[in-house]
């Protein structure tokens, strides 16, 4: 997530160079073929491409809407898992009578629980694009903390060494971990450390917190629809492509009209202009995708790892304790 006010313009032409290059080279080639060589039967109506453009921009705003509505949902689901958690915090620590070691295993086990989700999260899939080369490069300005440090080093600060080799040997292991917190429920009932109605509240919050488990699960494992990216991306290249065809005679025109240097070298803006146009339409399609997979470790992603940092404090702060982990501080606006 950019914490900042914006993005700079230096950043965003960092970010989209490479498609400045190829959008020059397409530019250059037609304009060169048409003005220098004479192939004048190149130029194709501008109509063709006006109607074209009008299409292609209807699709990339359906498809900007739409990623921008999954980064929305998830950034929803975590704030419902942040207030949730807040609340199992209060619940182990006043529910559970003259056991504080049970209230702080419940707690400490909440935190292996949002660890193990958030790496979860930020497992790679075919689909994403943190690995494209424009993303991949830009990860060097930010720090993604489940990348710094292991999985099992993490786990190890909440849970026994039995419970980690158990965790760490199963396949789901967010869900393993709720799994143990209602086992561990049902033992504190048995032995009199917790009434019926508190354990049946404590495990109607434990299924709040599968059930945001699993709407996580559904955005991560769940693309946006390929059809619908592969059509928005074939539109844009086909509408780049022709582009500078289509203003090649518009261009032309204006000859006509002008006086000094520039008189009968006007075909020359079609370069700098088809790049400007056709700049917006692929960086509106490059923003739309860096938005449609909110977890997985882009610079637009929902700040996962800064909310369970954020939870831990606050849950550490009722036991009592003083230690605290800092918070999670931005690198170059950039917090995740």
């Avoid at 130029?43 to 209807?58: D, E, S």
């Avoid at 786990?155 to 980690?164: A, G, I, N, R, V």
């Avoid at 033992?187 to 009199?192: D, I, R, T, W, Y």
């Avoid at 780049?240 to 005679?249: A, E, W, Y």
């Amino acid at each position: 997530m950019h914490a900042g006010s914006s993005y700079k313009l230096k950043e965003f032409l960092l970010w989209t160079r490479r498609n400045i290059y190829k959008l020059i080279f397409v530019g250059v080639i037609p304009t060169v073929l048409y003005e220098v060589l004479g192939l004048k039967w190149l130029a194709i109506p501008w109509t063709v491409v006006a109607l074209l453009g009008t299409a292609t921009a209807f699709i990339v705003g359906f498809k900007n809407t739409q990623t921008y509505s999954r980064t929305w949902e998830a950034r929803q689901i975590w704030g419902a898992i942040l207030n949730s958690s807040r609340a199992w915090g209060t619940m182990s620590r006043d529910f559970v009578v003259g056991n504080p070691a049970k209230t702080k295993e419940l707690i400490y086990r909440h935190f292996a629980w949002l660890t193990a989700l958030r790496y979860q999260m930020r497992d790679s899939r075919a689909w994403e694009t943190g690995n494209k080369s424009y993303n991949k490069e830009y990860k060097e300005f930010y720090i993604i903390p489940e990348k710094e440090t292991s999985l099992e080093a993490e786990l190890s600060k909440y849970l026994t060494d039995d419970e980690q080799k158990y965790i760490l040997s199963t396949k789901n292991r967010a869900a393993q971990l709720l799994s143990l917190q209602s086992k561990t429920l049902k033992e504190l009932v048995e032995e009199g450390s917790l009434d019926n109605f508190r354990f049946l509240e404590m495990e109607k919050m434990i299924r709040d917190f599968f059930d945001n488990q699993g709407k996580s699960e559904r955005i991560k494992n769940f693309p946006y629809p390929r059809q619908f990216a592969t059509i928005n991306s074939l539109f844009i290249k086909l509408f780049c492509i022709l582009l500078p065809f289509g203003m090649l005679k518009e261009f032309e025109k204006l000859n006509d009209s002008m006086e000094g240097l520039m008189k009968g070298n006007m075909v020359w803006l079609v370069v700098p202009f088809s790049v400007l146009i056709s700049w917006v339409y692929t960086s509106l399609e490059q923003v739309g995708e860096s938005t449609e997979n909110p977890f997985e470790g882009s610079a637009n992603d929902v700040p996962i790892s800064q909310m369970s940092r954020t939870i831990e404090i606050d849950l550490r702060e009722m036991l009592g304790e003083t230690d605290l982990p800092p918070a999670l501080q931005p690198k170059n606006n950039i917090i995740l």
